[in-house]
């Protein structure tokens, strides 16, 4: 009796796993493709009535990347540290429920548009769009429901010998947060033998709209969130940064960063000064850009854990967010408090509030045009 349950346990568990694999469209996967780069799919809950499933990217090292399609989220980043140790360098949790909880954006994918729009509102030509307003006055990371709340679906795995892919895709309709036009996205991490993550957005649009796609992924590279940040080191290639208001609008300067805080062209700590940074570091850098393809654009380590993360973007902006709202009601889940300083963003971007800013880098996508950018972080490690 008692093994004819466990047999009728093992197939039905075996059931719902092959359906969780059949919903996925697998695409071309190379015969040769080399045994250590290895992508793993379980089903992790429902959404919206929509099937959630979480992806784990694995690579030669055995570094892995955990990533879901509810908002495209990246739950976990484990990685070695000096003394062989592999912790997780990005804040996350290990169940849905987490993120039902709706954390301030962890590792989500951000959209219809990172950051700011002022007072919601923006024109194209001579048409006013109204967006939500929740942030304030102002609008935020795409709105109420952005695409981090979204169950993204469609997802393709493609293999490398040398990197994993996964592709999630999500049809954001015409007037969804306000926005105009269908807008057809496309985002695909991939995981390389090389520890780097790499994350490449497309979109199309079938009327004009504005996109600005990043991820929300929060670093603390000692892999432990009851560490502050604050003894990382940064460095950032960017001779200016965006002022903002109280309502941390650009004012639309773009400020010299000599002789200020925002200086990171050599690397400081980011404890180094940020006393003196009204509510901590929340500021878009300028990028200084010597070509137009990927380069590498920020670098930060940490000297306990031996880590190194660097940045490289096609993106014109860079915003440094130090996790100042982090307050310590958000607990991981084996129940420590997420507390101020916790843990750091480098959201790689165009402008806060370009739609509004003529003189900042155009957000505009048009029908027929194609949104495409790509941006990685590379993990290291030295002794
Ligand atoms: C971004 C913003 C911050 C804050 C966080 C999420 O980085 O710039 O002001 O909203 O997201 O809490």
Known sequence: ?????????????????????????????????????????????????????????????????????????????????????????????????????????FGAIIGRYGNRIAKGSFKIDTTTYTLAKNNGVNHLHGGDKGFDKVVWHGLTKKSSPSSTSITLHYVSLDGEEGYPGNLKVDVTYTLTDENELSIEYSAETDKPTVVNLTNHSYFNLTGDPSKTILDHSLQVNADKYTPVDKGLIPTGELKEVKGTAFDFLQPHTIGERIASVEGGYDHNFVLTRKEKGLELVATLSDSISGRK????????????????????????????????????CLETQHFPDAPNQPAFPSTLLKPGEKYHTITKYKVSVSK
């Open 1 to 105: 009796m008692k093994i004819l349950r466990q047999l009728l346990i093992v197939t039905s568990m075996a059931t719902i796993f092959t359906a969780a694999c059949n919903t996925a469209e697998e695409k071309t996967e190379p015969a040769n493709a080399a045994p250590e780069a290895q992508m793993k799919q379980e089903k992790w809950g429902t959404v919206d009535g929509k099937d959630v499933y979480l992806y784990t990217l694995t690579n030669k090292s055995g570094a892995t990347i955990k990533i879901t399609n509810y908002g495209g989220i990246v739950t976990s980043w484990v990685t070695p540290d000096k003394n062989g140790k592999s912790t997780s360098i990005v804040l996350g949790f290990d169940s849905l429920s987490g993120y039902l909880a709706k954390p301030p954006y």
């Open 309 to 344: 993360l660097e940045v490289f973007t096609e993106e014109p902006g860079l915003q440094f967010y130090s996790g100042n709202f982090l307050d310590g009601t958000i607990k991981t889940s084996n129940g420590t408090a997420i507390n101020k300083y916790a843990a750091l």
